[in-house]
């Protein structure tokens, strides 16, 4: 009950849903606020509560007009079968929503204009969380696509433009289908806005997992993916090469010729604890 309470605590309204909310109610569509308030309400509590299952840091549930976004302190080192299991949970919501509201109807309690239209918002937040656009959960699911093939800051940079242009076209579509809808407006201003603040704080995200990966706690990687790097390699251009989910030891490579080992918490040691900064592999090989 105490988890419970601690994760209420986490959600906040997001003020352009208030905006929709006085539309909504100026307009006598009081009902169907209500009625989107409960689907995204309970989308976003699965995801909490599968964060919660695997204790992770939440920091806020924002919820927005047609949708929302459950933001955690993990920053992309816990297993990605873990981030998949949380990312799905809400989803997941859309299904027993959908069954319930069946059973209600067919045993006569829930009308059925009710009915149709419970379903209908159902399939409809279901579905537009599921576009790949980031931070949605389709978003955040093609991120951990591109974390299998692509270093951790390459990864989010094609998140980020394959974003850009899922939202582009779905704005398009809707704008030509039915341009007056607020609800699209303003979670496309939303989104957006949520892009370009994470372009503009692309590198420091990446510190920030580079930081948890080497002061954090967490699981003992235990998948080794061997990085051949040249000894004249500047340290942070190495460390752009660090994916998530993988061990890195490397191979420092001279003219081609193998010339030493080193372990990539010597790298993040170097880089963090002795602040070198701008130090290149061959300067700290021999330093340990």
């Not at 069946?102 to 399939?123: C, D, G, K, M, T």
């Amino acid at each position: 009950m105490s988890d419970l309470f601690l994760v209420l605590k986490k959600i906040k309204i997001h003020p352009l849903f208030w905006i929709v909310a006085a539309i909504a109610v100026a307009t006598a569509r009081f009902q169907e606020l209500v009625l989107l308030f409960a689907i995204i309400l309970i989308h976003e509590m699965g995801h909490a509560g599968a964060a919660q299952f695997f204790s992770w840091r939440i920091k806020k549930i924002m919820i927005l007009p047609f949708g929302g976004v459950a933001e955690t302190e993990e920053h992309g080192n816990r297993p990605l079968k873990e981030e998949m299991a949380v990312t799905l949970a809400g989803p997941v919501q859309h299904v027993w929503i959908a069954i319930c509201a069946y059973a209600l109807f067919y045993f006569h309690i829930l009308p059925e204009s009710l009915y149709i239209q419970v379903q209908e918002w159902n399939r409809a937040i279901l579905f537009f969380n599921l576009l790949p656009i980031w931070p949605l959960d389709g978003g955040k699911i093609a991120n951990m696509a591109f974390s299998r093939f692509f270093p951790f800051l390459r990864a989010f940079r094609i998140t980020i433009f394959s974003s850009l242009a899922v939202l582009l076209i779905f704005h398009a579509t809707a704008l030509f289908n039915t341009p007056a809808n607020l609800n699209i407006w303003a979670v496309a201003v939303y989104l957006y806005a949520s892009l370009w603040k994470e372009w503009k704080q692309l590198y420091f995200v990446f510190i920030r997992f580079l930081l948890e990966r080497y002061y954090g706690n967490r699981d003992p990687l235990h998948d080794l993916e061997t990085l051949r790097v040249d000894a004249g390699a500047y340290l942070y251009e190495v460390l752009e090469s660090f994916k998530r989910g993988r061990k890195h030891p490397l191979i420092v490579l001279q003219g081609g010729v193998e010339i030493g080992k080193l372990d990539e918490n010597e790298l993040l040691h170097a880089f963090f604890s002795e602040k070198q900064t701008h130090a290149k592999v061959k300067d700290i090989m021999y330093s340990y």
